[in-house]
């Protein structure tokens, strides 16, 4: 099968009857979306990105879950979550016998005014080879997300914890990094907290104490964070989800980000200051998270 | 013609040749755009809506310079403005003789690492019935935007005043409008100064003396804004761009939101409180706006 592969799901939402149930198999660039789609012209839809490696996806649940989640924040139509596994599992079969791919599904409010129903499919491709930003690292500047810590509570409009594709500002803040010589970017708050990267979460190491900042507060919870403190506790070290001052990334013995995809990569500078990268305990989590079945 | 009608920009930007540089038109709900597409993946693109009536369509020149002031912000290829305005031109005749409609152009940035080229389209249809908004008014609330007023200057990451397809907030408050019996909403900073609304500029009229937000300041210049703020001074009334703190919303004698499509509608109740409506200065404003010429 040539790579990228795509499924579409016949029936995204319970909540729409559609005329097709099916899955159905689709070159990667067939069009299949339509002009006037909300998901086009209003980012308007909710997304999860997962792994795939050595032929299993990977928190296959967290993610339907997390995704279910977006989705009533959005007070989209329910996902059909089953469809969506079937459509995961199929889509492994498509990728064939390959180590190392993602996949992505989205779900969008369908064309406006038009009781279409939602639109979902799901794609898988190989991932890029993060081999060098998991072992050497990346670099990451800090920058605003422009809100306060408690935004989500005080303006739930805000859609702060659904993973929306609303993404522009993501793939802005990238740009800026790139700019400043880095790879990454790890959103604060203007009260000095920190939150997380526009595609990934942080963990901050002190001592034998891992620390993330909490989910509750405009960060989506991580499929590969929740990993990453599975494989500390295995570790006998100690782990805490609380709110995190910007002045902590300073005083931080190690920093990473994780997410589904480039799994944990250890931060080699902050903001133009060098932070440790402890080489050998970066690849025991890897290879931990790499092990993760459902 | 049936409508909706959909034009396909064969070459969307200058900046990549593409294969066909022609127009094509296309059914409305036909899939054209690939499941990929960062517009829809990432919200990562730019639009425009322009008001078409009695065959003309208005300001187009303003809606085409915004669109690439947008395209700039978002580091997007250069938008082919001719033929965004051929496709205009071309979706006009396809409307054939409507009174009242409009058309909607976006620019994506296409299939993510695929060098693909970005993706262009224009989509036609006839307005809503916008009477009782523009004579009778609008019910309004205030909702935070989570930003302080000097966001597009202090971290200009956040592409506010660009106007991209990451519209999921501006949908989210609508819903949170209706949730409080109102139509519209009117965004604020968290340092207690007025925005604009998710689709809409505002006016604040003093005396003989009218007031809109600075449009450097998070804020899209509205070519409807620009209409009235002509208008206004066809009448020898005083208008002005300027910081407007939300304590002058009370004091305001008479308050409207503008855009291309809706036009001037004025507020008839902000926040519960009735706000006064001059309807026979607001039809003069809308006949303005509706007579406006390129």
């Known amino acids: 099968m040539p790579l990228p592969a795509l499924v579409v799901i016949g029936q995204p939402s319970l909540d729409f009857p559609s005329a097709s149930t099916e899955l159905r198999v689709a070159k990667f660039d067939d069009p299949i979306v339509d002009a006037m789609n909300l998901g086009i012209t209003r980012g308007d839809g909710v997304f999860e990105s997962v792994g795939i490696y050595g032929g299993r996806a990977q928190a296959v649940d967290a993610h339907l879950n997390r995704f279910a989640h977006s989705a009533s924040l959005l007070e989209l139509p329910r996902p059909n979550l089953e469809a969506y596994r079937a459509a995961v599992e199929l889509g492994i079969k498509l990728l064939g016998d390959v180590p190392d791919a993602y996949c992505k599904y989205v779900l969008t409010r369908g064309i406006e005014g038009r009781d279409s129903g939602p639109t979902g499919y799901a794609f898988f491709d190989l991932n890029p080879d993060w081999t060098a930003q998991r072992t050497a690292g990346i670099g990451v500047v800090t920058l605003s997300r422009g809100y306060a810590l408690d935004v989500a509570q005080t303006a739930p409009w805000l859609l702060q914890g659904a993973k929306t594709l609303s993404y522009a500002i993501n793939r802005s803040v990238i740009r800026e990094a790139n700019r400043r010589g880095a790879d990454d970017v790890l959103f604060t708050t203007t009260d000095d907290f920190v939150l997380e990267g526009p595609t990934a979460n942080v963990l901050l190491r002190f001592g034998d104490h891992f620390v993330t900042p909490r989910t509750d507060r405009g960060v989506l919870h991580g499929t590969a964070q929740l990993g990453a403190f599975a494989f500390c506790e295995s570790k006998g070290l100690t782990t805490e989800y609380r709110a ?44 931990f998270l790499l092990s993760r079945r459902n």
């Open 244 to 287: 995190v001052r910007t002045d902590e990334l300073t005083s931080a013995d190690s920093i990473w980000l994780t997410n589904s995809q480039r799994l944990a990569a250890p931060v080699h500078t902050l903001d133009g200051r060098a932070v440790e990268v402890d080489g050998e305990f970066t690849i025991e989590m890897n290879d």
